[in-house]
T-cell receptor, first 113, second 114 residues
Framework: GAGVSQSPRYKVAKRGQDVALRCDPI?????LFWYQQALGQGPEFLTYFQNEAQLDKSGLPSDRFFAERPEGSVSTLKIQRTQQEDSAVYLCASSLDRAGGYTFGSGTRLTVV | EDQVTQSPEALRLQEGESSSLNCSYTVSGLRGLFWYRQDPGKGPEFLFT???AGEEKEKERLKATLTKKESFLHITAPKPEDSATYLCAVQALDRGSTLGRLYFGRGTQLTVWP
């Protein structure tokens, strides 16, 4: 596609519920990143994929967070047993390589109530 | 620890009033410094990459410059449509699998009023 597509755009979850956030990167983009952006803050790194390989997951805040990219294209970020502190915008970005200048999606705004 | 600090946090300008945004950084080996623009409800939009001290990039009313410790985003004769949050990010030199990760500042919220 022309850009990075994320779905859903908005998600309201009850505390303790599991959620899954989807990212469709630009076709052919090897690198895929997930970032978390709290209100009034800059994006914070969560995890990085090169094709289907998850090369860095050091930014995932807890073992409740899990990401996958099984076929090297679409990626899913899953959050189990959501907590209020998980409320944020989750951004996905993709690139042909790791050189930077990534294209970001519009994000999924997650609100945990 | 890699760190990016942006100032001011917020800036209000009258249309046509030029100004600069600052991004200071500490990183053990800079691979690149990035400027992004973010509109409300949208993801960051890539503007510039700078790689070495002394480098400059321009795009319309925006010019980005880089020194060894900071970067400036100069806005010349801004218009209301330039209103957005401007984010600065750094990328460190090769750290194996973490290469590519961006460290962002908190951004400068720019408002340009007519």
């Amino acid at each position: 596609g022309a850009g990075v597509s994320q779905s859903p755009r908005y998600k309201v979850a009850k505390r303790g519920q599991d959620v899954a956030l989807r990212c469709d990167p630009i076709s052919g983009h090897v690198s895929l990143f997930w970032y978390q952006q709290a209100l009034g803050q800059g994006p914070e790194f969560l995890t990085y994929f090169q094709n289907e390989a998850q090369l860095d997951k050091s930014g995932l805040p807890s073992d409740r967070f899990f990401a996958e990219r099984p076929e090297g294209s679409v990626s899913t970020l899953k959050i189990q047993r959501t907590q209020q502190e998980d409320s944020a915008v989750y951004l996905c970005a993709s690139s042909l390589d790791r050189a930077g200048g990534y294209t970001f999606g519009s994000g999924t705004r997650l609100t945990v109530v | 620890e890699d760190q990016v600090t942006q100032s001011p946090e917020a800036l209000r300008l009258q249309e046509g009033e030029s100004s600069s945004l600052n991004c200071s950084y500490t990183v053990s080996g800079l691979r690149g410094l990035f400027w992004y623009r973010q509109d409300p409800g949208k993801g960051p939009e890539f503007l510039f990459t700078l790689y070495s001290a002394g480098e400059e990039k321009e795009k319309e009313r925006l010019k980005a410059t880089l020194t060894k410790k900071e970067s400036f985003l100069h806005i010349t004769a801004p218009k209301p449509e330039d209103s957005a949050t401007y984010l600065c990010a750094v990328q460190a030199l090769d750290r194996g699998s973490t290469l590519g990760r961006l460290y962002f500042g908190r951004g400068t919220q720019l408002t340009v009023w007519p």
